[in-house]
């Protein structure tokens, strides 16, 4: 009795908690027991595999496509996307760049810059507010890994009040997920530290200073991105209150800016720029990333697809039209190469593994002589008549193995061919006679080719050309020969015999030209050729009492005559040299030029009010169902009964009577099923008046409480 009476005096602390958890199997140690290892079947095994080894691209060619060529080229796909967007990537890395350094120099010289006021980095981001995210991302990578630091970005539709914005800090810098919106109305949360025992109003920003002060934090960056959007008195307040926190909390402000620096200052408080030092940041417009983005990963010689220039057009347009980001830009143009190596069987073309597999099928053969490349080609050969034409296309019809040697080896000279269409486009480019930007230059000479005739545009404008223009136009020509261009993958040019005597040509001229520069300016004077403006001159006869005007050339000296044959020397080597066909006409050019427009216009520009339309129509061609199949009496009452409500919506006018539209309703249902109630026919007429007003169909009346209004949208 003693030792029980010990043992009960003795306490534990499961005694004094408050709640107790109740584990059975926490006490009991279990006995590690072996587990039973499942039989497996063979046949599941071999199940397995194949799922495994499956491919999500589907069989083309009515389905007799081998399950080899399907993988191939679903493997060419990520292959080849994963090398576009490689390229993209450091595009996008690189092309802000200069901005992140200056910025980030800033940040470090506002330490000993700066000491009463708050730092502010002002960053022109232009018009297009969607490339502002890419920028800010690249802003706060790169200020974080410089400085330990943390870094907040704010929009305007998040931060409407002050007490919202600053809730929004302190939670972003404490990566304390919330589960209660920014709503006021809410209780307020509470943030608390368990090192003092002391709890904080989670918009208090006495709790943000408690929390950064062990963690020895540099820099608090709040990034405003779209400066524009916050209003005039939330900015001012912001300001003042940082201001106020500056020697406890380091706030460093980043302000995204769309129109300028002085329209921005002007909405502030003129006590609240006094707290502020900043500095104005330029970067890069978008235009000027999409140029570069397009010359790397859409016009590059080595790119493994190629778009059309239909396709092209609708792309850059939309870019134009809507003040797209790059991200869409990058969207469209992966949905172009998934459209291409998913319905495209002659995609395998685009990879070298293909002669590693068995022969091409009998299907992929009719499919190419099927090609629109290949039936010109064969009707192009007939119509020159001669009896080699004639037997080659003879064999290109007949002849299989003739027909695949003559495709790989245009499908092997493919890089060559586009190297010389991008070469002698840049050679136009850089005469000057079309002022556009290069991917529309790009796209006309997709569609057109290139030829230069001496009645075309080009020629008048070298020929309009002063002395230090022809030089600057002649050392361009030099230099696309010889070194080509890096972001269009192009190589020297001067392993050609023909466009290596252009290139010495041109060079002998560019020597001549110097020193007939140097001589004129030793003489003092003007070079000028026999084609410009400054050698015609007007000559004015009277005879019998009437005027009569003339042009006349003006005499030209020793120098302008040389110069004269200097221009016709260029003019002569860029009509003979510079000429490309569209890589469109090229032999089989389908396998890697994809034209399509329709499924990029069907999933990146919906047309919401069409497919909504036509579901409420036609519901059959969707649910596909036997009580919604179209019949020839009219409007069946068996449909869904927001497809019938529509119906009834498409016959009314502005304002609707929801007594009479609910009465045709009722007469419509009424006669199909007799039995219904009518109490759940109001409900079901409701739902669907509901379903209605969800997809912008109607809405409340402000003229009649008993109608309902009728919406138009896009």
């Known amino acids: 009795m003693a030792r029980n009476e010990a043992n009960q005096d003795i306490f534990t602390q499961e005694d004094h908690q408050v709640a107790y958890i109740f584990d059975p199997d926490g006490d009991v140690p279990q006995q590690d027991r072996p587990s039973k290892r499942r039989r497996v079947s063979k046949q599941a095994v071999v199940e397995g595999n194949s799922l495994k080894n499956a491919s999500t691209f589907s069989s083309l060619l009515n389905g007799v496509e081998k399950p080899e060529f399907v993988q191939l080229r679903e493997k060419a796909f990520q292959e080849s996307w994963a090398k576009v967007d490689q390229r993209i990537k450091g595009i996008l890395r ?22 009463d006021q708050v730092p502010a980095a002002f960053v022109i981001t232009g018009p297009n507010i969607a490339s502002q995210d890419l920028l800010f991302e690249q802003l706060s990578e790169s200020l974080q ?11 305007s539709s998040e931060a409407t009040t002050l007490k919202a914005t600053l809730k929004k800090v302190i939670r972003d810098v404490t990566a304390q997920a919330s589960s209660d919106g920014d709503d006021e109305d809410d209780e307020d949360m509470q943030v608390g530290d368990g090192r ?61 800016i ?19 030092y900043g500095a104005q940041f330029d970067v890069i417009q978008t235009a000027a990333i999409l140029e570069t983005v397009f010359k790397t990963s859409v016009a590059a010689a080595d790119v493994p697809v190629h778009l059309g220039p239909l396709l092209l057009r609708s792309m850059l347009d939309r870019q134009r039209d809507q003040v797209s980001g790059i991200q869409t830009f990058v969207m469209s143009l992966k949905y172009a190469y998934m459209c291409h190596f ?29 090609t629109p490349s290949v039936r010109n080609y064969i009707e192009q050969a007939v119509e020159k008549g001669t009896a080699e034409d004639l037997s080659h296309a003879k064999s290109a019809i007949e002849d299989d193995e003739y027909l695949m040697t003559t495709v790989r080896h245009d499908i092997q000279n493919r890089h060559d061919n586009t190297s010389d269409f991008l070469r002698a486009l840049l050679i136009i480019q850089a005469t000057g006679a079309h002022d556009e930007e290069f991917s529309s230059a790009y796209v006309d000479a997709m569609e057109e080719g290139i030829a230069i005739s001496e009645q075309s545009s080009i020629v008048e404008a070298v020929r309009r050309m002063e002395a230090a223009e022809i030089t600057n136009l002649i050392s361009r020509v030099i230099s696309i020969l010889e070194e080509g261009d890096v972001q269009l993958a192009l190589g020297p040019a001067i392993v050609k015999p023909e466009l290596a005597a252009m290139r010495d040509s041109f060079a002998s001229a ?45 005499a030209l000296t020793e120098e302008d005559k040389q110069f004269t044959c200097i221009v016709d020397q260029v003019i002569e080597g860029l ?17 890697w030029i994809y034209e399509s427009r329709t499924p990029l216009r069907d999933v990146l520009v919906p047309r919401p009010r069409l497919v ?32 019938l409500l529509y119906r009834l919506y498409t016959e009314t006018g502005s304002l609707i009577n929801v007594a009479d539209l609910w009465s045709a309703f009722a007469a419509m249902t009424g006669e199909n099923d007799k039995e219904m109630d009518e109490r759940k026919n109001l409900v079901v007429f409701y739902r669907a008046l509901a379903e209605l007003r969800a997809l912008g169909f109607i809405k409340a009346s402000k003229k009649k409480t008993d109608h309902i209004a009728k919406l138009k949208w896009l």
């Open 510 to 554: 560019l020597q001549e030209l110097e020193s007939l520069r140097v001589r004129a300016k030793e003489q003092g004077i003007t070079l000028r050729s026999k084609y410009s403006g400054h050698s015609k001159v007007m000559r004015t006869t009277v005879i019998a009492q009437r005027v009569q005007l003339s042009r006349d050339s003006a």
């Open 145 to 155: 890994r410089s400085t330990p630091s943390k870094f907040v970005r704010l929009r």
């Open 196 to 256: 003092e025992g002391r709890r904080y109003l989670d918009y208090d920003l006495e709790a943000l200073y408690a929390f950064i002060r062990p963690q020895d934090c540099a820099h608090i960056f709040v990034a405003f991105q779209d400066s524009e959007g916050f209003e005039s008195s939330l900015l001012s307040d912001l300001i003042v209150l940082f201001h106020s926190w500056r020697p406890r909390i380091p706030f460093t402000l980043l302000f995204g």
């Open 258 to 276: 769309a129109t300028s620096v002085e329209l921005l200052q002007a909405r502030l408080l003129k006590s609240a720029c006094q707290l502020v």
């Open 575 to 591: 009509t003979s040299h510079i000429h490309a066909s569209s890589p469109m006409s090229a032999l089989l050019s389908e396998s």
């Open 612 to 643: 909504l339309e036509r579901s409420l129509t036609r519901p059959h061609d969707y649910l596909s169902c036997s009580c919604c199949k179209p019949t020839e009496d009219g409007v069946s009452a068996t449909l869904p009964a927001t497809a």
């Open 94 to 115: 690189s092309s802000n760049q200069a901005t992140l350094d200056q910025v980030s120099a800033f940040v470090q010289d506002s330490k000993t810059s700066c000491i």
């Open 342 to 370: 998913y319905a495209n069987p002659l995609s395998v073309f685009l990879t070298d593994d293909y002669q590693s597999l068995d022969p091409l099928q009998l299907a992929h053969i009719e499919a190419i002589r099927n």
